[in-house]
């Protein structure tokens, strides 16, 4: 028999039995809507560790030593790791105020920062510019500002309510998205300094660094020596932040041994420093998107089980009235192969329809779950596993039972009724 | 020769090992029509089962068109009942879902005839047996006489050089009984080999030669 009957004579078999199939495909269904509502929420998370590991480059490890590091260090660290290697100095936090015309803006927090801050888990759109070598070395007092995105509501305000502002201390995270602050004068302490950039933050669901990268508290960038001037003031202990990016994954080992034997020679032999490594990171990362969505895989697979044995069920209750009917098509001329190969597209067809139910009601439970988040993903990678989920599992369920009628002897299938 | 039977024995595996079929030798040529008549339970339809290689005998050879069955694969005789054989039941053996037109159409759906042949020569079928104004109608519409013409028609699809028919006219009345012996008999001089089991001795007149059997044995 040839594909076309195949089907045609599977699908006038479900017609003609609904109540029997719609059960089968709804259990079939329940399976599938587990799997795709998991598989979507799995390869949404992959996808976002994926953006993650993509803004941070290939090859990154962080580490922390207790003291401030000089440039004259940082040529020599850079110059022993590979070649193409970029190296990130960030200083500690420190708050303070800034004080604009007579205003007072706090709730941010200062750090020192190197050129190559932009290398590797930077999401800003910059205004004007970010700071150079050149206000490294000269020690430029020049400041860049992070500026969030307008929340809808704000944006109605008008801007002369914040000139007729009275508070003595405003928020800069406010006061920043109503006053452009690029290329004016701003006092920190007692120092004068431009603002030569402005650093836009992408929206929340369009910043994909993974969450221990994200700042919580509005940065403002100085120059990384600048940052020291300022800051000895009042402080006697420092900490840098020192971060590699190699640009390769397999060279990442080799790296890490040169910046311990670097920060050794540095600070002592005895100096323990604690790498990490962002492949380590992803990997955790990865481990727990996984681990989080294993009870639900597995409710699938109940589901799944529960659903082929439906098939199983109505492929069986098929062999029995309808053996008669398998009789005389084995006198007209059907063989083991046509009545097995029956049964099975009668399957398959089940399972397909239940793979479709399944994935428009795990479509539309990911289309609930994500008007928390506002993120929805749909992968056609999804689409395709569920189907062959739901086939798989019919066409598994569905062999032996099929198997079964096409071993009928043609006379005795022909004398049963 | 299209059937030549040598010794067939059948035994069904009951409590005492039933010899259904005892030493039958039978030869049908090619264009004969032959009847076969016998009391109930004589064997008949066991006979007429293996020659239509619907089941197979404990003992014996049996030559279709000239070639041993003995081993033949599931495959081969499948392919040896859409090719080469007709079938006609008493009970019609209808499927009761598909039309006229696709009960007609049935065996054709197992041979090799390219897909879009299959519904004009059912459609051709139909109007021959002068059914051609039911084709949309399920057998459960037809009249006892129609469902057995429609049968006929689904006998003939694969254009066999054999029919067998197990007491064709056992459900009908006697109008259309003379009916379907008229078109049986229309068939045979076409040149369709038939060999047809009947309990009524005017039916069998009408054939070329009649077999008595008793007790699973040619008399
Ligand atoms: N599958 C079977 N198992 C056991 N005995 C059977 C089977 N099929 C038929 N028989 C017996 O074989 C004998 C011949 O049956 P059958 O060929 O159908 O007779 P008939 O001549 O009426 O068509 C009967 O006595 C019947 O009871
Ligand atoms: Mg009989």
Redesign the pocket.
């Known amino acids: 028999m040839k594909l076309p009957d195949l089907i045609s004579t599977g699908w006038t078999e479900i017609r003609l039995h609904k109540m029997r199939s719609f059960l089968s495909v709804f259990a079939i269904a329940i399976g599938v809507a587990t799997f795709f509502y998991t598989l979507s929420v799995l390869s949404q998370r992959y996808r976002d560790i994926g953006r993650a590991a993509d803004i941070a480059g290939k090859g990154r490890i962080d580490v922390k030593v207790d003291y401030p590091l000089s440039l004259q260090q940082y040529h020599m660290l850079l110059n022993a790791l590979p070649k193409g290697s970029s190296v990130s100095l960030e200083t500690d936090a420190e708050t303070d105020t800034i004080s604009y015309k007579n205003k007072k803006l706090a709730g941010f927090i200062l750090i020192g920062v190197l050129p190559t801050f932009q290398d590797s888990t930077f999401v800003y759109d910059i205004e004007g510019r970010f700071i150079n070598w050149k206000d490294i070395e000269n020690k430029h007092l020049v400041a860049v500002v992070t500026v969030y995105p307008r929340e809808k509501d704000e944006e109605r305000v008008h801007p002369l309510y914040f000139s007729s502002e009275t508070a003595d201390i405003i928020l800069l995270s406010d006061f920043s998205k109503r006053v452009n602050l690029l290329n004016q004068q701003v006092m920190i302490g007692t120092l004068p300094f431009t603002v030569v950039g402005l650093l836009h933050a992408p929206p929340i669901e369009k910043d994909y660094r993974l969450p221990e990268d994200r700042e919580y508290f509005l940065e403002v960038y100085l120059p990384y020596p600048v940052w020291y001037d300022i800051s000895s003031l009042w402080r006697q202990d420092f900490s840098t932040r020192i971060r590699v990016v190699t640009g390769k994954d397999s060279n990442v080992r080799q790296a890490a041994s040169i910046l311990v034997s670097f920060l050794r020679s540095q600070f002592g032999a005895e100096f323990k420093p604690q790498l990490k490594f962002f492949q380590d990171t992803l990997r955790r990362y990865n481990r727990e998107a996984w681990h989080g969505l294993k009870t639900m895989i597995f409710m699938g697979i109940v589901a799944m089980i529960a659903g082929g044995i439906g098939i199983m069920n109505v492929t069986m209750a098929i062999i029995f009235s309808r053996t008669k009917e398998i009789g005389i098509r084995r006198a007209l001329g059907a063989s083991r192969r046509d009545i097995l190969f029956q049964f099975i597209t009668e399957a398959l067809l089940l399972g397909l329809c239940g793979a479709i139910l399944g994935m428009a009601i795990g479509y539309i439970s990911l289309l609930y779950m994500a008007e928390g988040t506002g993120q929805m993903t749909f992968s056609w990678w999804v689409v395709a596993a569920s189907i062959l989920i739901a086939l798989t599992t019919s066409f598994f369920f569905a062999l032996y039972p099929a198997y079964q009628a096409a071993l009928l002897k043609p006379?005795?299938a022909l004398?049963y009724e | 020769m299209v059937i030549r039977c040598e010794h067939l024995v059948?035994i069904?595996?009951?409590a005492d090992a039933?010899r259904?079929?005892d030493d039958v030798s039978l030869e049908v040529k090619k264009g004969e029509f032959v009847s076969i008549m016998?009391?109930?339970?004589?064997?008949?339809?066991?006979?007429?089962?293996i020659l239509g290689l619907l089941d197979e005998p404990t003992n014996g050879e049996y030559f279709l068109n000239g070639a041993p069955t003995a081993h033949m694969k599931d495959s081969k005789r499948s392919q040896a009942r859409w090719k080469n054989i007709g079938f006609i039941f008493q009970s019609f053996n209808l499927m009761p879902h598909l039309s006229v037109l696709e009960n007609i159409a049935l065996p054709m759906r197992y041979s090799n005839l390219p897909h879009k042949e299959i519904l004009p020569r059912a459609r051709e079928l139909a109007i021959r047996i002068g059914l051609g104004d039911k084709l949309t109608n399920t057998p459960l519409q037809l009249s006892g006489g129609q469902c057995q013409r429609v049968a006929c028609a689904r006998a003939l699809a694969n254009r066999p050089n054999l029919i067998l028919a197990?007491?064709p006219t056992g459900n009908l009345d006697s109008k259309a009984s003379t009916d379907i012996l008229t078109l049986l008999q229309e068939l045979n001089r076409e040149g369709i080999t038939i060999v047809m089991?009947t309990h009524d001795p005017q039916i069998a007149q009408g054939t070329h030669r009649t077999i008595y059997?008793k007790d699973?044995k040619i008399l």
């Open positions: 006379v005795n004398k | 059948k069904y595996q009951t039933f259904a079929l016998g009391p109930s339970g004589c064997g008949k339809s066991t006979l007429l089962n197990d007491e089991v059997m699973g």
